[in-house]
């Protein structure tokens, strides 16, 4: 089963930029789709963006235009790069992996994906 660990995270100002990253061992990152799932306080944990084992790449309304996830075949790691943050993207980012497709724009899809990361804070400040 594949471990998951996430690093990357912090503060960052208003508008600011950051790069997760997150390291896969005892798996292939090419043999399940990967994902970045976050979840804010009080509120229900969502997705972000997902790369599926064959390539297809999904992501939220909220990400759109701003994130871009990327897989690494060869370091065996799975990116989230996040620019013009907004105080809404202040939350605790998950690294997730699943052996079939991962579609994080349903409400409550996070449900369903086996394989998680600790996670790693993400705060934008003013």
């Known amino acids: 089963r594949p471990i998951l660990v996430e690093t990357g995270g912090g503060s960052v100002r208003l508008g600011g930029s950051l790069k997760l990253s997150c390291e896969v061992s005892g798996a292939a990152v090419s043999d399940y789709s990967l994902g970045w799932w976050r979840q804010a306080p009080g509120k229900e944990r969502e997705g972000v963006a997902s790369?599926?084992?064959?390539?297809?790449?999904r992501y939220h309304d909220s990400a759109k235009g701003r994130f871009t996830i990327s897989r690494d075949n060869i370091q065996n790691t799975v990116s989230l790069e996040m620019n013009n943050l907004k105080p809404e993207d202040t939350a605790i980012y998950y690294c997730?992996?699943?052996?079939?497709?991962?579609?994080?724009?349903?409400?409550?899809?996070?449900?369903?994906?086996?394989?998680w990361g600790q996670g790693t804070q993400v705060t934008i400040t003013p």
């Open positions: 997730a992996a699943d052996e079939g497709l991962m579609v994080p724009t349903y409400e409550g899809s996070w449900r369903s994906v086996p394989y």
């Open positions: 790369i599926d084992f064959d390539g297809q790449i």
